[in-house]
């Protein structure tokens, strides 16, 4: 298994991007991300995104014969679901194709035609971006890719993101600092079978859990942990164990109650120098992420005045996930003690 050669989401993009006649189908455990990455294609391409949940589809999804009086013919016309009605190019996701029905991946085939790819009996337009998704056979959650289909595709392996590949994008998408600070205590929450790699909170084929943590759970979760202050701990520990697991919820409520010996963040703002410096790891972390969300033009300075109190560690891990941070790093790079710490630590940016 550790010789199966890999792509990261990033990569997969980038290929599917620049290669719009090439049907890639991207392949991975549970919840990776390979359906996520759809809208950042549509939004490249600057195109529209047409989303079909394969599974799901029944050949009267697909295309329906119609008859044409005129040229006493039958014709197939696709769904409008497809996109292709309007003679204008779509990225196109065949999600879960490795789930469909047989009948169904048939009548979908000829999109991955190299040479005049259709849809029934229309053209897909020129321009329009196909790829397809599917789990791993070793998933064991009834995946199946016949050897005709591999011969019209390129098969890539997504590989699950780590965490430093996973925290720029948690960054910059809202998932709450509690979640962002979790993961980086339990970075282990992020590996993968498919490296020999076995815990409490991960998928594995070979003792399947109801509920495991993946990317797509642990934002899942955020929405959940988020809305916290409206429900008791028993609602938000049942919530949590159903999004991921009893093992994720335990954990990450025992984090959330960090909370409560966190100083204000009035104080930091305003006393960097003698604001309560918690005394938990834990609860330094959940600080640390949480911090990320006050860094405005006028509090920036004094958030890192309270930060060098800290272990250089804390520093680090504030500073670096500034610097990736889509909407704040322009504010990080303009303060001057920022810059100051960037150019000394360059390498790590």
Not at 198 to 217: G, L
């Amino acid at each position: 298994m550790n010789e199966i050669q890999t792509v990261t989401l990033q990569q997969a993009v980038q290929l599917i991007v620049n290669n719009p006649k090439t049907r890639f189908i991207l392949r991975g455990e549970p919840g990776v991300g390979k359906t996520s990455i759809a809208q950042a294609i549509a939004q490249i391409a600057n195109l529209p995104l047409a989303m079909l949940d394969c599974p799901n589809l029944d050949l009267g999804d697909v295309c329906m014969p119609v008859i044409d009086h005129e040229n006493g013919v039958t014709r197939y016309y696709p769904n409008a679901r497809f996109g292709i009605h309007t003679g204008e190019p779509v990225v196109m996701v065949l999600d879960e194709f490795t789930k469909a029905a047989d009948p169904v991946k048939n009548m979908l085939h000829p999109l991955l035609e190299v040479f005049k790819p259709r849809l029934g009996d229309i053209p897909t337009p020129e321009g329009t971006i196909i790829y397809l998704t599917g789990n791993l056979d070793t998933d064991g959650v009834g995946d199946g890719l016949a050897q005709h289909t591999r011969q019209r595709v390129c098969e890539l392996i997504v590989s699950k993101p780590n965490y430093e590949e996973w925290t720029p994008w948690a960054l910059n998408n809202g998932i709450e600092s509690v979640v962002i600070a979790w993961v980086h205590r339990y970075p282990q929450c992020l590996a993968s079978y498919v490296d020999g790699v076995k815990n409490e909170f991960i998928f594995h084929p070979s003792s399947p859990q109801d509920n495991v943590v993946s990317p797509r759970t642990l934002e899942i979760a955020s929405g959940i942990i988020k809305n916290r202050h409206l429900y008791d701990e028993d609602a938000l520990m049942a919530a949590l164990t159903g999004v991921a697991g009893a093992a994720f919820a335990a954990s990450i409520v025992s984090f959330i109650r960090f909370q409560e010996s966190l100083p204000s963040i009035a104080s930091i703002k305003e006393q960097p120098n003698t604001a309560i410096i918690p005394e938990d790891p834990g609860a330094r972390a959940v600080l640390t992420f949480g911090l990320l969300e006050h860094v405005e033009k006028d509090t920036l300075t004094n958030i890192l005045k309270y930060l060098r109190r800290m272990e250089e560690e804390w520093q680090v891990v504030f500073c670096v996930a500034l610097a990736r941070h889509e909407s704040k790093k322009a504010i990080a790079f303009a303060n001057r003690e920022f810059a100051l710490w960037a150019a000394d630590n360059e390498d790590l940016l």
